[in-house]
């Protein structure tokens, strides 16, 4: 650092990234001014072409940015005409520095992984260099170029990282769209979709990110899967899992989904996706943009730009959007991002989510990943295995699980108990059976069980609900699941309510032959899991509606000191059957509906308690 005549040069690196060797000059009296004010670092990532929407974007952020800060504006990229960082410079003043810093270099290391099969450029991953290189900063803000700022950024950067790797704010379009809900919850693992959040507004916690040496587990897992979705976002809702402070939605707005929020509400908006409208027309807020872009030299140029564009040329983009989706909904039924990173066995990948979901309050959501299954058609389902090629496929059915569930018996891998039998003396008719879902053989448990009391048993007809995914597996588990007298229902969220309707009604006329049916209130298989889980209503309203007994059940587990063949510790399930249930005359269906519901739970909670001698809590 020399000084002459209340001039600084400045070649320390430590002042800005030093990438490319740029010497600073700045008046002593305005650094002076300067360093008394704290310093928000802003990051941008651009290519030639994205300039224009940058100027934009600092419009905006200038515009309303507050006087008590100085603002550092780091324009990343790689080879900007000097005509663009010229253009750029021009929002300099006493509260903004602009620094162009050229990534060339860094990115060469990575460039095989930052080839993204329907994103242009490699822009969108240079934000994973932002903590290793700029180590002068905790603390900064990310943004992309494609936006319009209505608010004090400062706001945004102020919000409390607490710890927490990343601010940011959640991704409207995955809750709506299917394909990518599925996706970011299976394949992605983030929980529920809600926590997925848009990576284009963000503050990063430098400090945190530097210490699990952010960069190097980025492009890991870029070079590992291949993400062709969002790949910077996937990976960046993967690696700060759990470590999240979701910031209002008027920080990152979707114009489509904030389209009735009052412009002057909004801090700054995101146009995302099929939302730009300097190429599609009538996007809600687009006056934001122009109004902003009319203040810039490249206005008359944008607005010639979307005149040339042409209707193919939209539908192209179109055409993009959902490719992507059809590639979000293919890998949310394979293996997870987890899985193909760890390569972690499916089970135990199965109890990390159980965890997970315990703690977030989701015991009834499903945590197996079912493979993809076209709706069911009720009208080929034969409910009362009327023909011949269906009782030939349940007999198969009920011989081949028996005796695998007796061969795991016999070889002791666990042991089966049954305990309340006395509960059932003088009851032979039709019955709704409830249980909690804690194994994949807990519906052979029922029935080994139930028919050392019901002769009508003997032959093994016990009727079982079923979800329609489990229904329509493939392979011999799917052909297993099809014909145990299995009665499927819709999935949660599935509109094929003709199926459910019709098996709610088979199931009236079942117990009016004195047929039992066994129903999960549960829903849910959890395994292994030895809590009772909250009821969902549709057992207890057909019991109510067909004023049916209840004989309520619940597995409870230990394991035994003695090994199996393997050496693995054999696990002892006792089967308990616990006094019936009545739907009460002179309640309703829905008071007799919440009545049963809390009495069945009642006890499989009190069973719970004394078993296992603990109270029941779920984890916070």
């Known amino acids: 650092m020399s000084f002459l005549c209340g001039i600084i040069t400045i070649t320390d690196n430590n002042f800005s990234s030093g990438l490319s060797g740029n010497i600073y000059i700045l008046n002593l009296n305005k650094l002076e001014k300067t360093q008394m004010k704290k310093i928000i670092p802003i990051f941008f990532a651009v290519d030639n072409a994205y300039v224009k929407l940058l100027h934009v974007a600092l419009h905006g952020l200038v515009s309303h940015a507050s006087k008590e800060y100085t603002y550092y504006i780091h324009v990343i990229n790689e080879g900007l005409t000097k005509e663009n960082k010229d253009s750029l410079k021009t929002f300099e003043s006493d509260n903004f520095k602009i620094f162009i810093d050229d990534v060339s270099e860094i990115a060469a290391e990575y460039t095989n992984l930052m080839e993204g099969k329907y994103y242009n450029g490699s822009t969108i991953y240079y934000r994973a260099f932002i903590p290793r290189l700029f180590p002068q900063y905790k603390k900064a803000i990310y943004l992309d170029s494609d936006i319009a700022i209505n608010g004090d950024i400062s706001e945004f950067y102020n919000i409390d990282l607490d710890g927490n790797y990343i601010i940011a704010v959640t991704e409207p379009t995955v809750q709506i769209v299917p394909a990518f809900r599925e996706y970011v919850e299976k394949f992605i693992g983030v929980g529920t979709s809600d926590k997925y ?40 809702n993967y690696l700060c899992r759990g470590k999240v402070v979701y910031a209002p939605r008027v920080w990152n707005a979707n114009p489509n989904t904030e389209k009735d929020l009052p412009i002057k509400d909004i801090k700054l908006l995101h146009y995302n996706l099929a939302t730009k409208p300097w190429i599609f027309d ?19 140029e944008l607005r010639k730009g979307k005149e040339s564009i042409k209707e193919k040329d939209t539908e192209t983009a179109m055409g993009k959007l959902y490719a992507i989706m059809e590639i979000a909904d293919k890998l949310s039924k394979g293996p997870s991002l987890d899985m193909q990173l760890n390569n972690k066995k499916p089970h135990l990948l199965v109890q990390e989510k159980i965890k997970a979901y315990e703690k977030y309050g989701w015991l009834n959501k499903d945590v197996n990943d079912d493979p993809p299954w076209e709706a069911l058609d009720y009208k080929k389902v034969d409910y009362f295995k009327k023909k011949l090629s269906s009782k030939i496929k349940m007999k198969w059915a ?11 018996i016999k070889a002791k891998q666990f042991v089966l108990e049954t305990k309340g039998l006395e509960n059932l003396e003088g009851f032979n008719g039709g019955a709704i059976v409830t249980c909690n879902h804690c194994h994949i053989h807990d519906h052979f448990m029922v029935l080994v069980a139930l028919k050392q009391h019901f002769k009508d048993l003997k032959n093994n007809r016990l009727y079982k609900v079923t979800r329609e995914g489990n229904y329509c597996q493939p392979g011999w588990v799917g052909l297993l699941m099809r014909n145990c007298d299995t009665l499927p229902v819709n999935e949660e969220g599935s509109d094929n309510m003709r199926l459910t309707a019709k098996t709610v009604s088979v199931i009236g006329k079942l117990l009016q032959m ?44 230990k394991e035994i000191e003695e090994l199996d063949k393997k050496g693995n510790p054999i696990t002892e399930f006792t089967f308990h059957i616990l006094p019936i249930l009545r739907p009460d005359p002179n309640l309703s269906v829905k008071e007799n509906t919440e009545n049963l519901k809390n009495k069945n739970f009642e006890l499989c909670k009190d069973l719970y308690e004394k078993t296992y001698g603990i109270k029941l809590k779920y984890a916070d």
């Open 197 to 236: 959040f848009n990576s284009g507004v963000i503050v990063l916690n430098c400090d945190k990110l530097r210490k699990i040496n952010f960069q190097e587990k980025f492009f890991n897992i870029l070079k590992k899967v291949q993400l062709d979705v969002a790949p910077d976002q996937d990976v960046l």
């Open 282 to 300: 009538k996007i809600p807020h687009e006056d934001l943009f122009w109004n902003h872009a009319k203040q810039t030299m490249f206005y008359k």
């Open 398 to 408: 009920y011989h081949v699980g028996l005796k695998y569930l007796n061969g795991i």
């Open 514 to 557: 004195d047929k039992k049916i066994l129903i999960y209130p549960e829903q849910a298989l959890w395994m292994n899991y030895k809590k009772p889980r909250p009821y969902k209503n549709g057992a207890f309203t057909i019991a109510a509606k067909n004023n049916a007994p209840i004989i309520p059940c619940f597995v409870t587990m």
